[in-house]
């Protein structure tokens, strides 16, 4: 969904396999992924429970948690860094 938008791509690659593989290769102790389009449903879906997901914008997500707009997801991004 998305306004004068195109989207083209292989269902078997997409951002939550790439997600999957980061984590697989660096091993974080935390995830956070925040994203605002349908193709981060795909990254919130694949990574571990344990990761903070965040969706920007339409309510309809698998993101555990969910900001309004772009300022305040620099307003919640402001909070958690000193």
Do not use: C, W
């Amino acid at each position: 969904m998305g306004e004068k938008v195109i989207e083209v791509k292989i269902n078997s690659l997409h951002k939550g396999k790439s997600a999957l593989e980061v984590v697989a290769h660096y091993r974080p102790d935390f995830i956070f992924a925040i994203g605002d389009d349908s193709t981060d449903e795909d990254m919130f879906y694949e990574l571990p429970d344990s990761a903070v997901t965040v969706k920007v914008g339409n309510k309809q997500t698998l993101a555990r948690y969910y900001v309004e707009n772009q300022e305040e997801a620099i307003k919640l991004l402001q909070q958690l860094t000193p």
